[in-house]
């Protein structure tokens, strides 16, 4: 699958949204919802097992959009990715895939 050409409108976007609002951002990335097997099992919305249970993020979400890498180091991964700082989030970019 090709990306979508708005992955890094999204990028920017999740900037923004950042810039205006730190700690929402933060937890609206951190928080997991049980999901069940059709979402996990979707080809590009990035979920899985965690203690069990089924489960899936805004991350996972947004990246089941922008779709998946279908070859180099990161095939399977979703293009968007949160960046922390010593467990602080500070921003959002793409996943590095080796063609950077």
């Not at 919802?33 to 993020?57: F, M, R």
Request: charged share 20%.
């Amino acid at each position: 699958m090709t990306l979508h050409p708005a992955t890094d409108d999204i990028i920017e976007f999740l900037n923004q949204l950042l810039a205006l609002d730190p700690g929402f951002t933060a937890a609206l990335v951190d928080t997991r919802l049980p999901c069940n097997s059709g979402v996990v099992d979707h080809p590009t919305i990035q979920a899985g097992i965690v203690d069990d249970v089924a489960v899936c993020g805004i991350l996972g979400l947004l990246n089941g959009f922008a779709g998946r890498y279908e070859d180099g180091p990161r095939a399977g991964w979703g293009p968007i990715c949160a960046q922390y700082d010593g467990g602080k989030l500070i921003g959002f970019g793409r996943v590095p895939n080796g063609d950077e």
